[in-house]
């Protein structure tokens, strides 16, 4: 996994937890709506994630696979498929809610989280440390 890679995967694992934390926080303190920065801050994450998909997508054409690690094929699917359905799903729950809109939103971000780990996991072969990221 190339660096550049690898350090936006991180920087979009920590992004998601931010806004699943950020919307739990949200809901036990009983807010009817999120401020501007938790929609910005999700606003970026999605613009990030699909710019990875992209960048992900070019080194596939490019030749440059995950090579080094059993069921190398699962990067692809955590990389790119399951966190942008659990955004897009957390987008139609988002809409669909009369108050606390951001609760839908949060739910997708949990969902992204752990998925964009585990694509960060299995392109870094399993471990997950600052070896990986240089």
Avoid: K
Avoid at 7 to 14: C, E, I, N, P, R
Avoid at 16 to 24: E, K, N, P, S, W
Avoid at 98 to 118: I, P, S
Wanted: glycine fraction near 12%; hydrophobic fraction near 55%; aromatic fraction near 14%.
């Amino acid at each position: 996994m190339t660096t550049f890679h690898a350090w936006l995967g991180a920087t979009l694992v920590a992004a998601f937890a931010v806004l699943t934390i950020g919307g739990i926080v949200l809901r036990l303190a009983g807010r009817d709506e999120a401020p501007t920065v938790f929609w910005g801050l999700q606003h970026w994450t999605e613009n990030l994630l699909l710019f990875q998909t992209v960048v992900g997508v070019v080194f596939l054409l490019l030749g440059r696979r995950v090579t080094d690690v059993d069921l190398a094929f699962l990067h692809y699917f955590y990389g790119s498929l399951f966190p942008l359905v659990a955004m897009v799903g957390g987008r139609i729950a988002a809409m669909r809610r009369d108050h606390h809109d951001y609760v839908g939103l949060t739910w997708g971000a949990f969902f992204a989280f752990g998925l964009t780990l585990r694509a960060l996991q299995t392109g870094c072969a399993g471990v997950l440390t600052l070896v990986c990221l240089t």
